[in-house]
């Protein structure tokens, strides 16, 4: 997923320089110095990670039913994994000197769920006005808001996440009021005192952008640009032109040098976007404005990575695929807007029927709670209108799809020896409505056990409060 | 255009109206009544003029009906929606299809949803087909007035007859959401009913000069007049509520109406006072998972709410408040799935297969008052009756056939259809429109 946009941002690199070279050559002789490099003009991770995995016993999980998160499975197989991370993947495995063995009988084995749309920590619980950080709507276009800077690390949502759901990775967007609603977040569903202790290490930013009723109700409203659909994308067009013109004095400076060019915030955004560095997650329900944004991009240089709601993306699942854009989706939520009206329940089987990508997604801090059982309704759905996945292919909807539209599949989502080894043991089928997480571990440490209280998240929020530590 | 293709869809769906009642013998079925219990095996399911006329193992089929095998399968009553606005909202945020809240009008406990609910609303359609037969339907409250409205009990079924009983209860908020609508506070909320109390009574003794102050009013002459039956006791007054204290202030209204017949809705807490709301004998359609502390009033949110009121006595079936209640009823089947689930969990407490299955059939029914009617196979119950692939709480199992009040049901909505269009994406010969 992250490779085209690299080949493509450099394509366009490439392009740039060729279209001034002389130009280019001249100022350069002139100024007859360099710049300090591409990608140096200016910080790129001003909020590092401080994430660090908490320590964990080396584990070995027997006799347990495994799905890889890559569509492998096994019977009655084994995972080892430590220091963090997953050592091996088999049928058996022995235990060697001071590996704790689980036995897995009757119990399933998968790489922890991945929620590529969540509002944790920007909109948490409680849903009051003060905590209410998501939107930034004074204005439709803010590429230069990053949710990180509204997450509450202390939203119980997490633990709620883990406990319940078997969530180790999640992305948290702004939210849709907004054209560009600013950057995403990727972090370990691990509590921490900071939002930079739960970043996840490594992961790109992602840009959230929105169509459809959403910007043009709000700004529309306001008595301003766009009102209208056709105004969304004026607005998104004339926002890309600024940024292929930012971006192009940004390249010179860094390459040539001379005299920087101004910072503005926003535009360092959208210049990641065309370099590559950060991936569009974009909100849009509806077939013809998917199409009408995949022109978009082709048009600026930029590559939508997945559509998140995407209701409507079975009717152009074969565009999607040409496209190498992922659709990340609900089960079942339908007609609570008009864009939503034309949900069908086998909008993921169709997807995957057709070869897009496709994955399940949240958009809840309720429905995060059961992404598993999410997948479970799609896949159900598929199969009875013809369509039959196994078990095993449909996990991926919840592991390395998902990890791959976030650009962190080389460090998670699927039990692969050397990748973080976030893995949940579920007390049964987690296809099953009668299934819960057991225990969940994320980067080899156990961090939910469902016999151990003490590995029972409770944030700052709820303590002291009623029902602290209670089961959830 | 849009009219066209509306007068196209409506003549199509008369073409497809379902047969009238008539006698049905499930055979060879895997019965569950809905009472609580288990599943039999082996059980026949006799619905006769739209009843139930018996139920379970070694039940004799009547002559001349039309018998279908069940070949094993699950047979169930319908799912009896406990909390719902389906009906009454086609597409929430389309102002003129949803009919849940009136902002604008001067009335309050009169408004009533009974003319409101659109059989032909696609919600109907696509939870029928998930085995969804009845519902309660209550109207949502605006600014200014803590009740709501009169609400109904509807049936799902594909007929122009959707409401098996209008003005059914009055439906008020508390806490949070009825401190906000009447001004302010709590204190403010509380004011109000004890205010409208006052002027109901005043309407009581004398209808005639009860003095009708219009707009300015805090309850028109409609509106005291259709809280007579609440404060008499003969419609139950469904309440909102959701902390712990709030749910002993709603129990304590009793002392003052000790006629009243309260139902909680919601009541997140509720496990922390269970012992208070058994002992007050007051049924609740309770949030089945709701384990967040979405507001200041769900501190003690948790998913064994339902499992410890049970425990205490408590009658209480799952209510889907503020939970896409317009249009996902449907979801109350894995709703109580996850309850039976709770029962691996240690220190957590579920329902058992049977109390969790009546949960969504029988329990809110009787918690309506209505159990003798809906929401079980026992007889003389209405014949909503569901024919299942697999167990019902089970994710990934179907309606296979769907009858309300014996009258079989089409398997249908847009959603199949949209399906059906597109499962190959691509164009055929000619554009999809051409392709129904």
């Excluded at chain 1, 301003?224 to 004026?234: D, E, K, L, Q, V």
Aim: aromatic share 8%; charged share 20%.
């Amino acid at each position: 997923m992250f490779r085209p946009i690299l080949v493509l941002g450099t394509a366009l690199a490439l392009a740039s320089c060729a279209g001034d070279g002389n130009h280019a050559q001249s100022a350069s002789s002139e100024a007859g110095s360099t710049g300090p490099g591409r990608g140096k003009g200016y910080a790129h991770d001003p909020f590092p990670s401080t994430y660090r995995a908490y320590p964990g016993a080396p584990t070995l999980v027997t006799n347990v039913t495994i799905f890889d998160g890559e569509g492998g499975r096994i019977d009655n197989g084994s995972v080892l994994f430590r220091d963090g991370k997953i050592v091996e993947i088999a049928q058996t495995i022995e235990a060697g000197a001071g590996v704790t063995v689980i036995d897995g009988r009757g119990k399933y084995l998968t790489p922890g769920v991945i929620d590529i749309h969540s509002h944790l920590g920007d909109y948490p619980s409680p849903g009051v006005e003060a905590l209410s950080d998501g939107n930034e709507i004074t204005s439709p276009v803010t590429p230069e808001v990053w949710a990180e800077h509204s997450v509450w690390p202390q939203d119980p949502g997490f633990g709620r996440a883990l406990a319940n759901g078997g969530v180790t990775t999640l992305q948290i967007l702004p939210g849709s009021a907004n054209l560009f609603g600013g950057r995403s977040v990727t972090v370990k569903n691990v509590y921490a005192r900071t939002m930079q202790g739960m970043k996840f290490p490594g992961a790109p930013y992602g840009l959230k952008m929105a169509c459809g009723e959403n910007p043009k109700r709000v700004y529309g409203g306001k008595g301003r640009a766009p009102s209208t659909r056709m105004g969304n994308i004026a607005v998104d067009r004339a926002t890309w032109a600024k940024a292929v013109e930012y971006k192009r004095r940004w390249d010179k400076y860094e390459d040539k040098g001379g005299e920087p060019p101004a910072r503005d915030l926003a535009m360092d955004t959208l210049r990641g976007v065309l370099d590559g560095e950060i991936l569009v997650q974009n909100h849009c329900y509806r077939a013809d404005e998917m199409a009408v944004v995949l022109d978009m991009a082709k048009e600026f240089g930029y590559k939508v990575t997945a559509f998140h709601h995407a209701v409507e993306a079975y009717k152009i699942a074969d565009l999607l695929k040409a496209n190498n854009t992922c659709a990340a989706v609900w089960a079942d939520w339908y007609g609570f807007k008009m864009e939503a009206y034309d949900a069908v329940p086998e909008n993921l089987a169709i997807l995957e029927k057709e070869g897009a990508c496709a994955m399940i997604h949240s958009d809840d801090q309720n429905g995060i709670q059961r992404l598993n059982q999410e997948v479970a309704k799609a896949r159900a759905s598929g199969r009875k209108a013809g369509f039959d996945i196994s078990e095993a292919q449909a996990w991926r909807w919840l592991a390395i799809n998902p990890a791959k539209a976030l650009g962190i599949a080389d460090k998670t989502g699927s039990l692969k020896p050397g990748k973080m080894a976030d893995v949940v043991l579920w007390n049964g089928n987690p296809f099953s409505v009668y299934t819960r997480p057991q225990m969940v571990w994320v980067d080899g440490a156990l961090l939910y056990d469902a016999n151990n209280p003490k590995l029972r998240p409770v944030s700052d929020f709820e303590l002291g409060q009623p029902g602290e530590g209670d089961v959830k | 255009m849009i009219r066209n293709l509306l007068l196209s869809a409506s003549a199509m769906l008369a073409i497809a109206a379902p047969a009238a009642a008539q006698t049905v013998v499930i055979t060879n079925a895997k019965v569950v009544i809905g009472d609580g219990a288990g599943p039999v095996e082996g059980g026949t399911v006799v619905i006769r003029d739209g009843r139930v006329v018996a139920a379970g193992a070694g039940v004799a089929a009547p002559a001349g009906a039309r018998v279908i095998d069940a070949g094993g399968r699950w047979v169930t009553p319908g799912i009896f929606a406990g909390f719902t606005r389906m009906g009454i909202v086609e597409v929430d945020a389309v102002e003129g299809t949803n009919d849940t809240a009136a902002g604008s009008s001067p009335f309050n406990a009169a408004l009533d949803v009974a003319p409101a609910v659109n059989p032909k609303s696609s919600p109907l359609a696509i939870n029928r087909l998930e085995g969804v037969t009845r519902a309660v339907v209550a109207p949502d409250n605006s600014r200014g007035s803590i009740f709501a409205g009169q609400g109904a009990v509807i049936d799902l079924g594909a007929d122009m007859d959707p409401v098996a009983k209008p003005r059914a209860f009055q439906f008020m908020e508390y806490g949070e959401a009825g401190a906000r609508a009447a001004g302010g506070s709590r204190a403010a909320a509380y004011a109000m009913f004890r205010n409208a109390l006052f002027e109901v009574r005043d309407y009581i003794r004398s209808p005639a000069s009860f003095a009708d102050r219009g707009k300015d009013a805090l309850l028109t002459r409609a509106d005291a007049e259709a809280l007579v039956p609440v404060v008499q006791g003969r419609v139950p007054l469904l309440v909102h509520v959701e902390r712990g204290s709030d749910i002993l202030t709603v129990l304590a209204l009793k002392k003052e109406v000790p006629a009243l017949k309260l139902v909680l809705v919601g009541a997140t807490e509720g496990w922390t006072v269970a012992r208070d709301i058994a002992a007050a004998g007051v049924p609740v359609l309770a949030s089945a998972l709701a384990d967040l502390p979405e507001s200041f009033e769900q501190l003690a949110a948790t998913q064994s709410n339902i499992g410890r009121m049970k425990a205490a006595g408590v009658l209480v079936g799952i209510g889907t408040i503020n939970q896409d209640e317009a249009r996902q009823a449907r979801w109350e089947k894995q709703y109580a799935g996850n309850l039976v689930a709770l029962g691996k969990l240690p220190g957590a407490s579920g329902l058992s297969w049977g109390e969790a299955f009546a949960a969504i059939t029988s329990r809110p029914a009787e918690a309506m008052g209505m159990g003798a009617e809906f929401g079980s196979l026992k007889p003389g119950r209405h014949g909503d009756v569901v024919i299942w692939d697999g167990d019902p709480l089970e994710i990934g199992s179907s309606a296979v056939n769907v009858f309300i009040d014996g009258v079989e049901q089409p398997m249908t909505s847009r959603q199949t259809r949209l399906r059906d269009r597109y499962w190959e994406p691509k164009e055929g010969a000619l554009p999809k429109a051409y392709q129904h």
